[in-house]
Nanobody
């Protein structure tokens, strides 16, 4: 059973930066895909970015050029570096692990961006 724990959220001013981390239990396999999503109050969960074992990345338009996803396979950890934060980035940020057709989610970490 894969477990994920996010950390690094907090309160920042507009234009600031945060680095989120997601620790994944167990071994990371070459087929695993790790991604970040967020959910703002009253809104649907939104895809932000994913990264494969080899480092291929895809970003949503809403964060392209501002956020960077990365992973350290030796540490079983995926990161989301967030720069140029905006108030509309305020949300709970979730880490997701996919292996084949099986998906697991973390508990989320709150990011609040003040104007």
């Amino acid at each position: 059973q894969v477990q994920l724990v996010e950390s690094g959220g907090g309160l920042v001013q507009a234009g600031g930066s945060l680095r989120l981390s997601c620790a994944v239990s167990g071994n990371i396999l070459s087929i695993d895909v790790l991604s970040w999503h967020r959910q703002a109050p009253g809104k649907q969960r939104e895809f932000l970015a994913f990264i494969t074992h080899s480092g291929r990345t895809v970003y949503a338009d809403s964060v392209k050029g501002r956020f960077t996803i990365s992973r350290d396979n030796a540490k079983n950890t995926v990161y989301l570096q967030m720069n140029g934060l905006k108030p509309e980035d305020t949300a709970v940020y979730y880490c997701k692990h996919v292996r084949g057709v099986t998906a697991s989610w973390g508990q989320g970490t709150q990011v609040t961006v003040s104007s």
